[in-house]
């Protein structure tokens, strides 16, 4: 029976949350909206994270020996997810209790953006999808903001498990 990635992975998933956070708070404190475009200068965290989780226990926790791409992919999963939720929620908290202005800058933001480009989507999508659009943004909330955010970084976790499962993963030795 192998050993469980569990405590390796919800550690790295730890520090890759509180690395994202870390990355918010620089966006924030430079005056940026860190939930906005510049948030994308922190995209490098979570596959950092996830190659060091999934490398880590196939290193340390398997001791070097065979891992199938399943182990790796669930070492990698797990760092991705406990990551996205530690980020998600420490966002939604600082947006609720520290900044609670963070989501109207953040609307202000986006239905500025929305509106510059409004005759192109109208003329490209149709005015029902664009109404829905502005609607969705107008009457965004926090708990919303921040379960978007934690959707995004597990779809990224997803892929980015698969990545480093398939390039990680060692087969075991055959024998002759």
Sequence with gaps: MQPSPFK???NYGAMCGLAGFAMFLLLYWMGFNPLGQASLLG???PPLFVYL???YYRNEILNGGPMTFMEAFRAGFLTA????ILYALIVFIFGQVI???LLDNYKEIMLSDLETTEASMRSIFGDSYYEAVFDDFKNKTMAGLASGEFG?????GLFYSIIFALVLKRNPAKSI
Excluded: N
């Design 81 to 84: 997810s406990s990551g996205a």
């Design 43 to 45: 995209i490098w965290i």
């Design 53 to 55: 989780s999934v490398k």
């Design 152 to 156: 995004g970084k597990i779809i990224g």
């Design 99 to 101: 900044d609670t202005g």
């Design 8 to 10: 390796s992975s919800v």
